[in-house]
């Protein structure tokens, strides 16, 4: 699972690289309150950025997915 400084930086990533910025008391809410895996802090982010799943654009979807993704594996990695 991510900490939380691992979690701002994914988020602020997230921003920068794709676009997906979310407000500061969604931030803080997945930071306080994180998910424990990959599809569901994917579908957290998105539902935070008021999209859904089901009809999210399937690219914005993957690429999203692919650096949360990333993110938990460096985790792992680094035994966090």
Same mark, same amino acid.
């Given at each position: 699972?991510?900490n939380e400084k691992q #979690?701002?930086?994914? @988020?602020?990533?997230?921003? #920068?690289? @794709? ?10 809410? @997945? ?7 990959? #599809? ?19 690219? @914005?979807?993957? !690429? ?9 594996? !460096? ?6």
């Open positions: 699972m991510l #979690v701002e930086d994914l @988020l602020n990533r997230l921003c #920068v690289r @794709l676009g997906v910025c979310l407000p500061p008391h969604e931030i803080a809410r @997945l930071r306080d309150d994180r998910p424990g895996d990959v #599809v569901a802090f994917t579908d957290a982010v998105l539902a935070a950025e008021g999209l859904d799943r089901l009809t999210a654009d399937r690219y @914005l979807y993957r !690429q999203v997915r692919d650096m949360i993704s990333d993110a938990f594996r !460096q985790a792992e990695h680094d035994g966090t």
